[in-house]
């Protein structure tokens, strides 16, 4: 990993029985970047930021933050993520102040270092009316600052901030939008969300999971313009021209436009004013622009105009993440589950396949295994494996299983 590289996931899978809920997801973060993480509800969002700051492990793959691996170093992990959870649990009872006081307890924060930080948090996160208050007097929009206050408070350089906007009014969620781009100038920031124009107002890149996989990564210029319904509208002067060139005739331009390299249709539309105007329709992501301006000075045309339409961010989310999804994540444990298991496991294999063979009746596997079976005995016990491994996921232990035993 290169050293402006702060996340990395390589094959991120998890499992629970038959269902996935990740399958083989893999991207990378680089510093100073604040990307949206996209997906519909159930998609995998929460379940890989929950992997990435180690409160669940993963049946397979690997994650690095800051360099540190997330199922071998979780302490240091920990150390470099401020994490704000979909439903980030707090203690009604205490004050504001109280409880971040108590937040930098948990991170190990002398008096001296919380309160230099303290004053720059409390004005970021537009907690200063509130500091005396109780937890259980705030509106939720409050709430989810105080949230952002205590992944801020030991002075990470990378933030996992889940749904943070979820509930919140109008107003609430452009204010809570507003800090999120303030801390992003010098942090690191993976923001999941649903919510497409979130993602459009704070974040520079777009990842979009759908079926627990990567439909989607890039710009959000690029995502955008996946599937090739990129326009470009031109309008070119039909009377004048560059010196020692002639005023162009719109058959001219039209053919020469449709020869460019991504142009699959130029066709000229009305115009009210003393101008050839066309609207050229490109198949790739790649911006076509540069290259109509080249065009237009070698022929000596006047280029009185051009602007690019592309899709809606909405409208790629919609085709990229419609289909069928627990047809397709509820498939059967066949070969390909089995191949899956010999690239990520070493002589665990034999038990994770009994696993997925019993996955419906693992009552009945328990039942039956007496000392005198040894195939139901190791089926039972392969099954109890994996029940202590999921109750550990739904607790959200603090520490993730042993590496070896997660990748199994």
């Not at 600052?145 to 990470?156: C, K, N």
């Not at 326009?231 to 009377?239: F, G, P």
Request: net charge negative.
């Amino acid at each position: 990993m290169t050293s402006d590289v702060m996340i990395e996931a390589q094959g991120l899978t998890k499992r629970y029985g038959a269902f996935r809920a990740l399958d083989r997801v893999s991207f990378q973060v680089k510093k100073g970047e604040v990307v949206g993480f996209l997906g519909p509800n159930g998609a995998g969002k929460s379940t890989t930021m929950r992997i990435l700051t180690c409160y669940q492990s993963a049946t397979a793959g690997s994650a690095t933050v800051h360099g540190h691996d997330v199922f071998d170093e979780p302490l240091e992990v920990r150390s470099k993520i401020g994490y704000l959870p979909q439903r980030a649990q707090m203690y009604g009872e205490m004050g504001v102040l109280e409880y971040l006081r108590f937040v930098a307890d948990i991170r190990k924060i002398n008096v001296t270092l919380f309160n230099k930080r303290i004053r720059n948090i409390v004005e970021v996160c537009g907690l200063g009316t509130v500091l005396g208050k109780d937890l259980r007097q705030l509106s939720h929009g409050y709430r989810q600052r105080v949230g952002l206050a205590q992944a801020l408070i030991h002075d990470p350089p990378i933030l996992v901030l889940d749904e943070p906007t979820e509930g919140l009014d109008p107003n609430e969620k452009t204010e809570v939008l507003e800090y999120i781009k303030q801390i992003g100038r010098d942090r690191t920031v993976i923001l999941s969300t649903h919510n497409l124009a979130e993602v459009e107002e704070a974040c520079s890149r777009a990842i979009i999971v759908s079926k627990g996989r990567v439909v989607a990564d890039g710009s959000i210029d690029e995502v955008r313009a996946r599937g090739g319904r990129v326009r470009y509208h031109v309008s070119i002067d039909e009377k004048n021209a560059l010196a020692g060139k002639s005023a162009p005739a719109v058959g001219d331009v039209e053919r020469a436009l449709a020869t460019l390299d991504g142009i699959t249709s130029a066709k000229e539309t009305p115009t009210d004013d003393r101008a050839h105007a066309f609207s050229l329709l490109g198949t790739r992501s790649t911006d076509l622009r540069a290259d109509i301006y080249r065009l237009c000075v070698e022929r000596g045309w006047v280029l009185l105009e051009m602007r690019r339409d592309i899709q809606r961010l909405e409208d790629v989310f919609k085709a990229l993440t419609k289909s069928d999804e627990l047809a397709d994540r509820l498939r059967a444990p066949a070969a390909a589950s089995v191949a899956d298991e010999d690239e990520d496991a070493d002589d665990e294999g034999d038990d994770a396949n009994a696993d997925d063979d019993d996955a419906n009746d693992e009552g009945d596997a328990d039942d039956e295994g007496d000392a005198d079976d040894k195939g139901d005995g190791d089926a039972a016990g392969a099954n109890g494996k994996e029940a202590d491994e999921d109750d550990d996921d739904d607790e959200g232990a603090d520490a993730p299983a042993d590496k070896s035993k997660g990748k199994g």
